[in-house]
């Protein structure tokens, strides 16, 4: 657990006095119907009004190096399938709401491409860009499979692996989950022992049926009444200055662009964070929140953030879509200090935290926004800090890299990604090409940083007193408003320019008193004679 999740525990224990529930979900019995949890509805309902996307693809690749194992790896990944159920479902129209379709384990299908013809300097670049292609291929909800693997073989001992699921069965947490098995399953066969993996209680349709019987009552009402009062006349939509004008229906077409915290301020934040009683997401969101403000006067922000959505020991080890979204709603008004910022950010995030179990889905349901295609409902901004650590992939005699697969798609306006851990911060800002071009959305990445730097060296200053320019565009617009002055050609000696006018001319006027420059001559040398003597 990192250090920052164990301090948000921390803090929700002791001003929420939060505990674990007993009443989990169990598996289901032969009569029980398949529905499917409010977020696979959602996605389900997102697809049948824009199928054919890959917006929702979740892609993942890694470089194996050393003597493959083909039989080991079709092993791990024919039981990985037979173990978890999401990877064998589709979705099926039946009735008034759609149903999960659970199907028979199978051997997955593992197709092989040999590259190894191509030249070796282009090798590389083929490998990753058809992985890319693998990866967006859209995929069909209702005749599946919505879990696709391939094999890229570049040389005898290196290949790169490809694997990509429909979210609609799959979320972060299942890729570490489908790391860590893969790891053991092919480690173990190649090794010649019995796989030791955790037992799966529980399917994932057994929680979905628990999800929608538990969200039914009590404890809806409880969870939807703080939602409703917390959300309760918040703006509908965040005002970016955007480059282009919005569209009438919303463009998934996006791009990212990554950058480095440098280490110094990595310390910086966390020190903040300490000294704040808050956590690394708490300062790093109210950094962005203050960025929002400062390039939108908006003073009710609203800002969405994923939670993992895995509360109970029963679904921790599954493969599904668990991931929840919290609306985070800060008031950023009466330009408070950032260190007042802070404890806005952080008893909001605690509130949410202590309702996060209702699905976004539902809130959007009963919250009922207007609809406009243009837009997300409820936010268009999202915020999420993660592990840095890559999913750790241990496979027996080989080495493991992570070629970088390209994800053109973008869910929101503005997505940033804070990923912390292993002593290292950096960031990804994931944007919609429709509204925004590159070199924006590079300048938005540089004044974060700028703003993140000014707050954790002074947080006690007013927010409306903080610079959001770095120190080389505090220097280009200082020159630009006040360009260096041209150095004036040397200006000639005084007697000499005295010396070019004619005697009789005035040169000082003094009340009625005149003098010519033949008399401002002549006094000039007497003074000169003078002080000589002198």
């Not at 939602?227 to 703006?235: D, F, S």
């Not at 936010?379 to 697969?405: C, H, I």
Request: aromatic share 8%; proline share 7%.
């Amino acid at each position: 657990m990192s250090a920052d999740r164990k301090r948000l525990l921390e803090l929700m224990l002791k001003q929420r006095g939060l505990g674990a529930r007993s009443d989990g979900p169990a598996p289901l019995g032969p009569d029980d119907d398949r529905l499917l949890s409010f977020g696979q509805q959602r996605l389900w309902f997102l697809d049948e009004m824009q199928p054919h996307g890959s917006v929702y693809n979740v892609p993942g690749a890694i470089e194996l190096i050393g003597p493959l194992d083909r039989g080991a790896l079709r092993y791990a990944l024919d039981t990985i399938a037979a173990r978890h159920e999401a990877l064998r479902t589709t979705f099926t129209a039946a009735g008034t709401e759609p149903r999960q379709v659970i199907h028979p384990p199978a051997p997955v299908d593992l197709p092989e491409t040999d590259l190894s013809d191509v030249p070796a300097e282009d090798r590389h670049a083929r490998a990753v860009a058809l992985a890319t292609q693998i990866s967006l291929r859209p995929f069909d909800l209702a005749t599946g499979p919505l879990w696709r693997t391939a094999l890229i073989r570049l040389e005898e001992h290196r290949h790169v692996f490809v694997t990509c699921m429909h979210h609609i069965v799959s979320d972060g947490w299942s890729l570490g989950v489908f790391a860590s098995e893969l790891s053991e399953l092919y480690s173990a066969r190649v090794e010649g022992r019995e796989p030791s993996l955790p037992e799966l209680e529980i399917s994932y349709a057994d929680f979905a049926v628990w999800q929608r019987r538990w969200f039914s009552g009590e404890e809806l009402e409880r969870q939807l009444a703080y939602w409703k009062e917390r959300l309760n006349g918040a703006p509908a939509i965040l005002e970016l200055p955007t480059d282009r004008p919005r569209p009438p229906v919303q463009s998934f077409e996006g791009a990212t662009i990554g950058f480095t915290f440098p280490e110094e301020l990595r310390a910086a934040v966390a020190a903040l964070a300490r000294a704040s009683g808050a956590t690394t997401f708490m300062v790093t969101l109210a950094a962005f929140e203050l960025l929002l403000h400062r390039y939108t006067g908006a003073t009710d922000v609203v800002v969405g953030s994923p939670i993992s959505g895995r509360n109970r020991s029963e679904i921790e080890n599954l493969i599904g879509f668990f991931v929840n979204t919290l609306v985070l709603r800060t008031d950023v008004s009466g330009d408070p200090t950032f260190a007042e910022l802070v404890e806005r950010v952080r008893d909001v995030a605690l509130g949410a935290y202590a309702h996060q179990d209702l699905p976004f889905e539902k809130l959007v349901e009963e919250l009922k926004p207007a609809r406009d295609l243009s837009i997300s409902p409820v936010f268009q901004v999202s915020f999420s800090l993660q592990d840095a650590r890559a999913a750790d992939f241990d496979l027996a005699g080989l080495e493991v890299d992570f070629p970088r697969v390209k994800d053109d798609s973008a869910k929101f306006d503005l997505s940033l990604y804070v990923f912390e851990g292993d002593g290292e911060m950096y960031g990804e800002m994931n944007y919609s090409t429709a509204l925004f071009d590159e070199t924006t959305i590079h300048s938005m990445i540089t004044h974060y940083q700028a703003v993140l730097e000014a707050v954790t060296a002074d947080p006690g200053r007013p927010l409306s007193r903080y610079s959001l320019l770095s120190r080389e565009e505090g220097r280009a617009l200082v020159e630009e408003v006040n360009p260096p002055l041209p150095v004036p050609a040397p200006a000639p000696f005084v007697h000499r320019a005295v010396e070019r006018h004619p005697p009789d001319a005035v040169a000082v006027v003094h009340g009625d008193e005149t003098l010519t420059f033949g008399e401002l001559d002549r006094r000039a040398a007497a003074t000169a004679a003078a002080l000589r003597r002198a």
